[in-house]
């Protein structure tokens, strides 16, 4: 879709832009930026992740900058210098930073377009609620003429509905990618005890030792320890947390940017701010407390579009810690029911990936055939009956029960509400009498998960029937049911390739896969150039560029400027070096 949003901003109209992490959202205000007169405004939550686009925009020959608290008042007065001549095409602000700029600098800018990112930030309702963001109303009324588009990850239908209110957009266009992630296998292991955790990350990682990994937990001992054990078995990992100096927590994040260390162990707080595209996996320590959340933290593995996997250790004790941070927060309802929806993920037999789109308001009619559920499918049992008598029984109340009334009603409940409606003359009272309450709740649960029903929270949490499930209840759609029943769900671990790292390549090091041998080779070249250049070695290549290389061996300038990832500038600073490698392991003469 970033052809039509594009479009869209080029218009100066309005947008709300929902792509999953990886998913290409940048882009999206980079190029119209480059492309309109003026500068644009990008208001960014964190300066790591404002340092790292600015870094990647000028590596490919855009002019960019940021201004934030890092920078000193001489380097300040530069930038906004640079800006006022029109020589700044991006131009990075904090949110707290456009409130306080909006009377001065900004009033002098010629101003092309407002994008905020992280815009889920913005709304009540958002999983990462932050006051500032609230402030930006003002932007619409300042600058009504300027195109603004909100961008951001995470967003469920109640947060949309809340960013774009909160924001005032102009009758916005709203794009929603997909928001699958076909490269990610998900699976949840069930596991409480530390040693039982331990064992089991060693065990996944044995044979990644030299692939980028983060362990998320809760609490930031657990950070120090996960860490004090990895190393301990020769692992190059570190802990990060908000308790660290300043300066440890941006070594840390520096080291992990650039590859000198391979797993970082950290709380929540990690990640939003990088823009590494070559991390494999994701280990989650903890139970987070919303699909929100999960959903973003996994999305940070695989963001190259190659092979990653998301690990999610679930236990009982997590969900009392959780609900007691729910019932302490000051929006108790929505948090613990947030909460009770990650608990349904995470216990569920039917597969993950359909629950994860299905939350977001994604149709999606099939099994991924990616997740652990998929790989060890559970017993099935053709449920398309039961779905429609639960789909009938919700239409005809005309959409206006939860839960338990729907499980009353089709279970012929004598209960005053029930009768008091009239629901007790229903042609589907009693239609599911001969199931359990429990085993109602299930199915109803998994109707949710399957996306044939949805909550709507804005009029008292009743069931609405969807689109997916009008084709159950009017067309016939089949439908596969999980049999209820408690199981610990046991994961496929898959083998994947192990690499060798070397950390002064000065030769090529060869093995008997010839492929193989070229990309431990590229990789290697990367490296010098980052530590050269002072970059992460993602910014000079991605993974997914190294491998185009393998798959097309490029012996010419010309077929470089061929492979995914290489621009003209990056042909021109590196393209000759690169070239002349994969020359010498194919045993051609050097490129003249």
Not at 32 to 40: E, L, R, V, W
């Amino acid at each position: 879709m970033q052809a039509e949003i594009i479009q869209n901003i080029v218009n100066k109209k309005d947008s709300l832009v929902l792509m999953p992490t990886g998913g290409g959202k940048s882009i999206c205000y980079q190029l119209p930026a480059i492309c309109m007169k003026g500068t644009a405004i990008v208001i960014s939550p964190l300066i790591a992740l404002m340092k790292d686009q600015v870094d990647a925009l000028v590596s490919n020959g855009i002019p960019a900058a940021a201004i934030n608290s890092t920078l000193s008042y001489d380097t300040q007065m530069q930038v906004e210098q640079l800006c006022l001549q029109g020589k700044i095409k991006l131009l990075y602000l904090s949110p707290e930073r456009v409130v306080s700029e909006a009377d001065r600098l900004m009033q002098s800018l010629d101003i092309s377009l407002i994008a905020i990112d992280e815009a889920h930030c913005i709304s009540h309702w958002g999983h990462d609620f932050r006051p500032e963001y609230t402030q930006l109303a003002f932007l619409k009324e300042r600058f009504p003429n300027v195109p603004l588009i909100a961008l951001t990850a995470t967003a469920d239908k109640r947060t949309r509905e809340d960013i774009m209110e909160q924001l005032k957009l102009d009758h916005p266009n709203i794009f929603i990618s997909s928001f699958d992630r076909p490269n990610l296998f998900i699976s949840v292991k069930k596991l409480s005890g530390k040693k039982e955790k331990m064992q089991a990350i060693f065990h996944f990682i044995k044979d990644r030792l030299t692939e980028s990994g983060i362990i998320y937990c809760m609490k930031r001992d657990d950070t120090e320890t996960v860490a004090r054990e990895l190393m301990m078995k020769g692992v190059k990992a570190a802990a990060y947390h908000a308790g660290l100096a300043s300066e440890e927590r941006e070594k840390v994040q520096n080291d992990f940017i650039n590859d000198r260390i391979d797993i970082i162990c950290a709380t929540v707080a990690f990640g939003m701010g990088i823009d590494k595209s070559n991390v494999r996996w994701i280990i989650h320590y903890n139970m987070p407390k919303s699909i929100e959340n999960y959903y973003q933290e996994i999305g940070r593995a695989g963001r190259d579009g190659m092979p990653g996997n998301a690990l999610l250790f679930y236990s009982p004790a997590d969900m009392i810690v959780l609900r007691h941070f729910a019932e302490e927060s000051g929006q108790m309802e929505m948090n613990i029911d947030k909460l009770e929806q990650m608990q349904r993920f995470c216990e569920a037999n039917i597969c993950r990936r359909r629950i994860l789109l299905s939350y977001f308001g994604e149709a999606y009619d099939h099994d991924c055939g990616n997740c652990d559920v998929c790989r060890n499918p559970k017993q099935t049992f053709d449920g398309t009956i039961i779905v429609q008598k639960a789909l009938s029984a919700i239409t005809r109340t005309g959409e206006h029960v939860g839960m338990l009334i729907l499980i009353g009603i089709l279970r012929a409940s004598a209960q005053k509400e029930i009768i008091a409606r009239g629901y007790d003359r229903l042609k589907t009272y009693g239609a599911g009498r001969d199931f359990s309450q429990s085993q109602w709740r299930d199915y109803i649960e998994q109707m949710l998960q399957l996306g044939f029903i949805e909550v709507d929270y804005n009029a008292a949490g009743v069931l609405r029937v969807t689109d997916l499930g009008r084709k159950v209840l009017f067309e016939n759609m089949k439908v596969e049911l999980a049999k209820p029943f408690e199981r610990e769900i046991k994961p496929k671990v898959e083998k994947e390739k192990k690499h060798t790292f070397r950390a002064s390549p000065i030769k090529p090091v060869f093995y008997e896969d010839t492929d193989r041998t070229m990309f431990e080779s590229l990789r290697q070249l990367r490296m010098q150039i980052a530590q050269k250049e002072n970059i992460p070695p993602y910014i000079v290549f991605t993974d997914d560029s190294l491998n185009d290389m393998v798959d097309k061996k490029p012996l010419t300038m010309e077929a470089f400027s061929e492979i995914r990832g290489v621009g003209q500038i990056k042909q021109r600073r590196f393209g000759k070096v690169f070239v002349s490698l994969i020359r010498y392991l194919m045993d051609l003469p050097p490129l003249k």
